[in-house]
Nanobody
Framework: QVQLVESGGGLVQPGGSLRLSCAAS????????MGWYRQAPGKERELAAA???????NYADSVKGRFTISRDNSKNTVTLQMNSLKPEDTAVYYC???????????WGQGTQVTVSS
């Protein structure tokens, strides 16, 4: 059974911070690269950050230096610390494997992040 549960979103002013968390199924978490994706209104879903099971990280250029992804392999959780938030970071944020096809097209409910004054 696939489980992906995101939390931690909200409304924040530009320049503020948020910390997103994701709880995932143990069945695929420990062997997978995990990522945080985001989808802004009217745009395609994009991969913002990814972390391997060995803790190597990659970031989209748009978030590099502001976002930090981490994972706890003992708890099957992945976290996204977002600092210096900008209005263009407004989106629904999802966690999933990289590639997402590993979970056979399953997506959690996501968590809304809104950056606005």
């Amino acid at each position: 059974q696939v489980q992906l549960v995101e939390s931690g979103g909200g409304l924040v002013q530009p320049g503020g911070s948020l910390r997103l968390s994701c709880a995932a199924s143990r069945s695929f978490f420990s062997s997978s690269v995990m990522g945080w994706y985001r989808q802004a209104p009217g745009k395609e879903r994009e991969l913002a950050a990814a972390i391997s099971r060995g803790y190597s990280t990659n970031y989209a250029d748009s978030v590099k230096g502001r976002f930090t992804i981490s994972r706890d392999n003992s708890k099957n959780t992945v976290t996204l610390q977002m600092n210096s938030l900008k209005p263009e970071d407004t989106a629904v944020y999802y966690c999933n494997t990289v590639p997402a096809s590993i979970t056979h097209g399953y997506w959690g409910q996501g968590t809304q992040v809104t950056v606005s004054s």
